[in-house]
């Protein structure tokens, strides 16, 4: 068989290949630089907006909502942002685009290792929603102990709502394959809220009054934690966040309505 030969004009590419490689390269360096420069101002702006926020909250941070999806967890967060905390929802980076940068990805792996619990989720002043109801990963259900070890003065929030809105929210919010976020709540085994009930329905309804009631106690026993109770979808509820985090309610702050 004839040996296989290459033109020699296929040569002439080698030299412009090693111009790209060197220019992808530099390109790579200076986007590398410059997010350094990027993540270092954030740090910096971030230093700044936390110890404001601490000096302008009444009750020390974090700030832990408590309750499930759907129960005003997006209200809290807008309402908090609104008055310049630094919150998470869902999500626990900045830029996030995956669901790697979810914060739940992160708190498993906190918790399989025995570390803090919000430990590399971007120190955030508040945490409005970072359970998963796919994976039925629920630390403020069963993590507690963990939190109060290692966030001692942690503020928690009771969000309440009315539990009959709260479940038809669940049954209306589709989730993968359109499995309802209530069917996929029912099916979760949580063995610490001791419930037995046999129904979808049922069963949320005591998922909702257990933990509301698993969470005073909880203060109650762990007094070195604030406790905030707000009933989302009352009338009074900014007044309530107002009168807890600054000391008076949004009717008497301008602008904060």
Known sequence: KPKMTFPMRALSFAPSAVRHVKQRKRRKNAIASSNQAIAKSRRNNYTAWYEESQSRSLLPLPIIVTMFPTAGTM????????NKFWV?????????????????????????HDRPLFENTGSFQVYSQYESVDYCYFPQI?????????????????????????????????MFRDMEMGTRLANCNYTSLNFFEKYPHDKL?????????????????????????????????????GRSFFGAPDSERPGKQ
């Open 205 to 241: 309804r005591v998922l909702f009054l257990n933990q509301a009631e698993n969470i005073r106690d909880f203060v109650r026993d762990h007094p070195t934690h604030a406790l905030v109770k707000v009933v989302i979808d009352g009338d009074d509820a900014g007044d309530i966040l």
């Open 88 to 112: 998470s929802h869902e999500w626990c980076q900045k830029d996030a685009k995956s669901d790697q940068d979810k914060c739940h990805k992160f708190m498993r792996n906190n918790t399989q």
């Open 142 to 174: 069963t993590h507690l102990d963990a939190i109060h070890r290692d966030y001692p003065h942690a503020t928690f929030m009771l969000n309440l709502r009315d539990v009959d809105d709260w479940m038809n929210s669940t049954f209306r919010w589709k």
């Open 75 to 82: 209200s809290i967060a807008n309402y908090l942002r609104c």
